[in-house]
């Protein structure tokens, strides 16, 4: 397998060395076994289920300057994560008054709440090797600026997310505050991946041939997947521009735009039945300096129900952020 970038190359053996690096973090996942999935009628293991990573959401993306330069021990690890967990979990909620902005949700909203977390990586970053995510290009850092400076000029510069549009691959991937739970279905030739959030399904043909036309740009890329072994791998490219579209690493406004030859490379790899170590790949040459990777697990989880996510932005909070700015603009004028 390979990415179609000169500058990245994602061969068995970088795969390889790859998912040995990722599996030799873990504390909870420590060693692919011999376990074997059931082999559907079209030769596709059988990854059908609902999974989620809620257990990866005390893991911070970068990985702290005190493990920079050596690995931690197990009690370290579990000590820093824990650690974490419990502090988030402890925060009192003083209600709307007292925040600096508009507020926001009381603890047992979140996911995270009533979860246990899984120690598993002092980061979800795993490459490069010192957990800390490329510097963004000048072009990216500009497109950034723009977008914290430009943000409610109006409804096309707002980020993609809070427009109900697209989270994105991260997006929907990644460890939240909630609607961490995937559905994956299977047909033949087929992997569907439904994210409870911005209620969006990809659909992921598999042992399919070459991606469509490049003239033809999608929101979150065109999907190609094939199995080796109890590893699903997913490649995607054909990634529409998107300015304003949020990413791990850039908070608030300043969001890392989706730049057009971006790739994508997803891994499902079994540990056991109920374990899949997921990581994610992204070779943007123009939004980040080097391609970057993310780690860690999704656990099956059989209690876990989607609900419709009435993404509602539209309703209120277009129109008071859109008329809001106009008000900062006319004070600024006066």
């Known amino acids: 397998m390979s990415i179609n970038s000169d500058r990245f190359k994602m061969d068995p053996v970088k795969m390889a060395i790859m998912l040995a690096f990722t599996l030799g973090l873990g504390i909870t996942v420590s060693a692919q076994t011999d376990w074997t999935p059931n082999i559907l009628a079209d030769g596709q293991p059988d990854i059908t289920g609902m999974w989620n990573n809620v257990g990866a959401t005390a893991t911070p993306l970068e990985l702290p300057e005190q493990f920079q330069g050596r690995e931690p021990t197990a009690e370290e690890l579990t000590a820093f994560i824990q650690g974490r967990d419990q502090a988030r979990k402890a925060a009192t909620w003083t209600g709307f008054e007292n925040s600096r902005g508009v507020g926001a949700y009381e603890n047992y909203w979140f996911d995270w709440f009533w979860e246990d977390i899984v120690v598993d990586a002092p980061a979800l970053i795993v490459e490069p090797q010192n957990g800390r995510r490329p510097e963004m290009t000048e072009r990216g850092k500009a497109r950034a600026a723009y977008n914290a400076e430009h943000e409610h000029d109006s409804a096309a510069t707002v980020e993609s997310g809070d427009r109900c549009l697209s989270r994105g691959v991260f997006g929907m991937m990644m460890p939240t505050a909630y609607n961490n739970g995937k ?67 850039t908070p608030g406004p300043r969001n890392a735009p989706q730049h057009e030859g971006r790739t994508m490379v997803e891994t499902f790899t079994f540990v056991d039945q109920d374990t899949l170590r997921y990581s994610l790949t992204v070779d943007d040459p123009e939004t980040y300096t080097a391609p970057w990777t993310v780690a860690f697990p999704y656990k099956r989880d059989n209690r876990y129900t989607q609900y419709e996510y009435a993404c509602h932005e539209g309703n209120y909070a277009m129109e008071s952020r859109l008329s809001g700015a106009r008000v900062q603009e006319q004070d600024r004028s006066n």
């Open 183 to 249: 559905l994956i279905l299977q047909s033949p030739g087929y992997v569907m991946i439904h994210s409870e959030m911005i209620h969006n399904a990809r659909i992921i043909p598999i042992d399919a041939g070459p991606h469509v036309n490049d003239k033809i740009k999608l929101w979150e890329g065109d999907p190609r997947g094939h199995w080796e072994g109890n590893t699903l791998i997913i490649e995607s490219t054909n990634f529409k521009y998107v300015p304003n579209m949020r990413a791990p690493g």
